[in-house]
């Protein structure tokens, strides 16, 4: 058997090498080294032979090569790109698979991880980049980035080194708010959504007692959960006690804890409880993803849910509030609640990602690195370059109105490479969103997007080498024990303290000392 797999191993790796010879990828050396990163820059030379770039990604693959898109960044920068495309989904099983077999692309997919990253860097797969040069050759983009958070920079340090180019999602700075059944909160005599945790508590009370459906019957409950994705569960009353059990935080000693042990979150857990036990919360929670917290607002069955953002009380969302218009129900939106933090928290997944990597080769071809750079600077921040990459051709592909941009629903407009395969730094400059955001969308974010202090992980994405071994576990303990501890089937008292102990013995110390020597490093920069 184990003869057999090592032949067809052969044969696969065969077949792999003769046809990704053909889109052109970088042969990893034979040393299995990796060269420090060169400070020096170099600009692409026009001339008769153009700088040949393998691009791969995973997102908005053209339907073709030689496209429109294409075919302009290669007669503006005097470059040749073979693209490597994948699919969103199970790409990085073949990608892993293009690697084994020494093909390195010159630019990686953009779902890659800070976990793909380290594991890349110790196997001498991809380029350490010297900040400076980025800065550099890259100032616009640089300026962009770092107007969003400085700290994007912290995702690409390892060992020493800086990897890739870094990278933000500014939406995930904005924090998750609270959306209300306006009607029901009419009918038990509030003007506007409650702005304490004393009066959420009384808001759910009522739209369990007081018939707010006028139906004559007792079949509502105050909210439910999405208890699928327990990261975003309850995020309204956990961000009152200033905590999200599934984020680092600073205690107070001033060290990093993961909020889920936290004397903070055990509140949380006996106030969720006594909810739970009084029939506030619907039961059903626990089985709930957003389809099943979609259907329940709109039919009136909940009046709350607390894991919206600011762009799903667009009339268009297809999260609740779209659902719940075509029922007759309108959500109004909340700030979150000031609870015992004192504060108006929101949970946030914050800006930070893992950065755009590039291939170990180009640690030794300046001038490749440099044009690479070049290219990701003119599509990420220059008007002309952001539009090409995402809507292709103007006339063709998409009319202008004012600032706006109006995208043709043609057959050509697929064909023309468009769609953001060749700016994975699309989201970075915000100045870009004039061209396909609504002025009404605009208005929405300053007026829903504010009035709180976003909860973000301390640390953020990083690179920990205890996560790899043990997060899923930890993961699953802390999903069974929050769900467990609101429901009634785990106590909050001595059953929390047993808990916290579980978790750190299964890799949790390791991962918390671990979070804090990162933390102490990044205090001394």
Known sequence: MNQRKQTLLGLMSIVLSMSLVAVGCSKESDSGTTPKASVETAKPEVGDNPIEIT????????????????????????????????ERQGWKDKFNILLASGQIPDIFPIDADETDMARWADQGIIA????????????????????????????GFYNGKNWGIPKVWPTGNSGMIPGYNEAWLKKIGYTEPPKTLAELED???????????GNGKKDT????????????????????????????????????????????????LKLLNKWFEAGLIDPEFITAD????????????????????????????????????????????GKPVIGPAGKAY???????????????QLEKDAAKRAGIEQILEYVATNPEGWLLTNYGEKGVNYDMNGDFVVARLTPE?????AGSFYNPLVYVDTSMVKYNTT???????????????????????????????YWASLQTLMDNYLIKAVIGKADTDKGFDDFKVNWLKSGGQELTDEANKVYAQRQKK
């Open 439 to 469: 002025r009404e969308s605009l208005n929405l974010k300053a007026k829903l997007d504010s009035g709180y202090e976003p909860l973000r992980d301390v640390i953020g994405p990083t690179v920990l080498t205890a996560k790899a071994k």
């Open 346 to 360: 929101a949970f946030s997944y914050g800006a930070r990602q893992a950065p755009v990597l590039l291939g170990v």
């Open 55 to 86: 691009w791969a990604n995973n997102f908005s693959a053209p339907e073709a090569n030689d496209n429109y898109v294409q075919k302009l960044l290669e007669q503006k920068f005097n470059v040749k790109i073979k693209n490597v495309k994948f």
């Open 128 to 155: 350490s980049i010297s900040p400076d040069e980025i800065r550099k050759t890259m100032p616009n983009y640089t300026k962009a980035l770092e107007s969003i958070d400085a700290g994007a920079w912290n995702v």
């Open 290 to 333: 957003n389809g099943q917290l979609n259907d329940k607002f709109a039919n009136q069955k909940i009046g709350m849910v607390d894991n919206m953002g600011w762009r799903n009380f667009d009339v268009e969302s297809g999260y609740i509030t779209q659902s719940a218009l075509e029922k007759g129900q309108h959500v109004i939106a």
């Open 203 to 213: 808001v759910l009370s009522k739209f369990l007692n007081n018939d707010p459906d």
């Open 413 to 417: 407009a697929t064909k023309a490479g």
């Open 221 to 268: 409950y105050g909210m439910s959960a999405r208890g699928k994705l327990p990261f975003q569960m309850f995020t309204s009353v956990f961000s009152a006690y200033g905590v999200s059990p599934y984020q680092f935080k600073l205690g107070g000693d001033g060290k990093v804890v993961y909020g889920g042990i936290t004397e903070e979150t055990r509140s949380a």
